[in-house]
């Protein structure tokens, strides 16, 4: 039986303490939805971390959390409340669509639609309660129908654009670990694209996607160095432009229970120009992972794409051998205290 979804500032962990960090895009309730390593506030201890959670639905690459989900507080007994307060997300939307959301899109169990929309938005996608993310974009039709937030065991999507174009800004200045700038522009005459999925992630699992396009444009501009950003230790330098009248791209991802994910894209392009390439590298403190990504574009008339991302991680396979440590060993050893999420969402119900 699922358990009700447990968001940021209002939903309560531990010893009756307000969770202070949530997701900056997923919204749960008019709330950011929480997720394992998000903090929450302590009366008796301060502050904490959320340390378990639904092992099926995942939000920005964390498990959701749930009410009852295990909680770790820290040590010292402070009443200071924990640093992480994000800032709510910001939408601004316009729509044909009598009953579209703040954002312009008309939202459903199974589907998500813009109508002739047009929207703008501010993130805090970096949790440290400033905005530092901003997209904008107009739409004649965009069209989703998924089930990929289910706990089934098969899971798909269908994509569906006409006229979509959007483009979207970050600037980081380092308050969060990550120093850099983040900038990408898309628009697309026409669309058609699926996904499908098998398994769970962190288990087996393995993931394809197909898209097509008739007349597309595009460009991006990366330059990031983390330090401790979501315990990640590296940087991130891509860049790029590019024009096709039909593309072509398919992308494969496989999961050996998180322990090795390795994913792969490759796409063909016909009546194009353009040329891009990337390299990411960087290490992970949270999962004792090591991640290297590569990409590339070459195109004139004819052109050809790449992507390879692998990553490997050790603590998957410690937890695999030698069952899962809900507390790291850091709270656990200095007088922290256990706990667990103590409400939720009751109309939003996550499985195990």
Known sequence: MGMPAARASVDKA????PIQCGSPDVIIGGF???RKGDEF?????GGGIIVSGSGSVFVNGMALARQGDKTQCH????SAPAKCKPAPPQY???????????????????????????????KDSTNDGSYDTVSAGFSLENLTLANMKSDALLKGELRNKIADANATGSLYTGDSGIYGINGKAAAAGMQYGATGSIGTENTLYAIATGDVT????????????????????????EGGAGAAAVKESVTGKVSLYGIVVADAKGGVHLGAVGAAGGLTAYADETDYSATVKLSGKLAFILGITGEINVKIALKPLRDLLFGE???TEKSGSNGGADGAIINGCATVLVGG
Not at 93 to 121: C, Q
Request: proline share 1%.
């Open 75 to 78: 040590a010292g007994g402070a």
């Open 14 to 17: 531990a010893h009756d303490g």
């Open 41 to 45: 506030s302590c009366k008796q201890h």
């Open 92 to 122: 601004w939307g316009g729509s044909l669509a009598k009953k579209a959301g703040d954002d312009g899109m008309l939202h459903g169990e199974h589907y998500d639609a813009r109508i002739l929309g047009a929207y703008a938005s501010l």
């Open 325 to 327: 440590r809900d507390s």
């Open 214 to 237: 008739l007349g597309t444009a595009d460009a991006k501009a990366v330059a990031e160095v983390y330090t401790g950003n979501k315990g990640r230790y590296g940087f991130s330098v």
């Open 32 to 34: 950011p939805a929480a």
